[in-house]
Each structure stands twice: as structure tokens, then as C-alpha cells.
Nanobody
Framework: QVQLVESGGGLMQAGGSLRLSCAAS????????MGWFRQAPGKEREFVAA????????FYANSVKGRSTISRDNAKNTVYLQMNNLKPEDTAVYYC????????????????WGQGTQVTVSS
């Protein structure tokens, strides 16, 4: 099992940028595929981005593609989510998650979750 702690959220302006971090502890971080998800009030949790453990391949939800980058630093046991050109609809609690296996967008496939970090984007 891996423990995950997100940070970097806060109140942002539309059009601005943020970088979320997720620090992992426990089992070898480099062997996990990592994902970012978000949940807005009254909505279901949705996939944002994922990065695989092997070749570091990435993929993104259409809603953030082109303005977001997921990356990982295995030496620091940390995964990042850089988001640019923020929009009010990006407002949500952002969670990082870990799983064994390939990068997928289904939240139920991820076994370990952080507690989340709130991101609020004002217009």
C-alpha cells in the first residue's frame, strides 16, 4: 500500500496556472501508475490525467488536454499536475491515486488515494 498526500491547491484566477504535487510513501513509488482525478460539488469524481509506471506514457481527459501536464519524479516519490489557462469549471477537489498496472481512467481501478486538495478558480 502507498500513502499519498496532495498539496498545491488554493484560490486561483481564471487564466492562471497551478501545479499540484502528490507525495507518496510506502512501497516503491516507481512501480505505480499514478493518476489525478477531481470532484466538483454535486458531481461524480472524474479522471483528469494519468502517467504509467513503466515508460511514463501519459494521457489526459479531453477537458484538460492541451493545457495540462502530468509528470513524475521517481527520485522524489512525487507526481505533479501542471494546469494552465485555468477555468472556473476546473474548480474541484483534486485527488491523486495509485494503481498497479497500466494507466487507465477508471477511478475504481485505483487502490490508493490521497485526501485531496481544493482548487477554486474564480472568474
Amino acid at each position: 500500500q502507498v500513502q499519498l498526500v496532495e498539496s498545491g491547491g488554493g484560490l486561483m484566477q481564471a487564466g492562471g496556472s497551478l501545479r499540484l504535487s502528490c507525495a507518496a510513501s510506502g512501497r516503491t513509488f516507481s512501480t505505480y501508475t499514478m493518476g489525478w482525478f477531481r470532484q466538483a460539488p454535486g458531481k461524480e469524481r472524474e479522471f483528469v490525467a494519468a502517467i504509467s509506471w513503466g515508460d511514463g506514457s501519459t494521457f489526459y481527459a479531453n477537458s484538460v488536454k492541451g493545457r495540462s501536464t502530468i509528470s513524475r519524479d521517481n527520485a522524489k516519490n512525487t507526481v505533479y499536475l501542471q494546469m494552465n489557462n485555468l477555468k472556473p469549471e476546473d474548480t474541484a477537489v483534486y485527488y491523486c491515486a495509485a494503481r498497479d498496472g497500466s494507466a487507465v481512467s477508471w477511478s475504481y481501478a485505483y487502490r490508493s488515494w490521497g485526501q485531496g486538495t481544493q482548487v477554486t478558480v474564480s472568474s
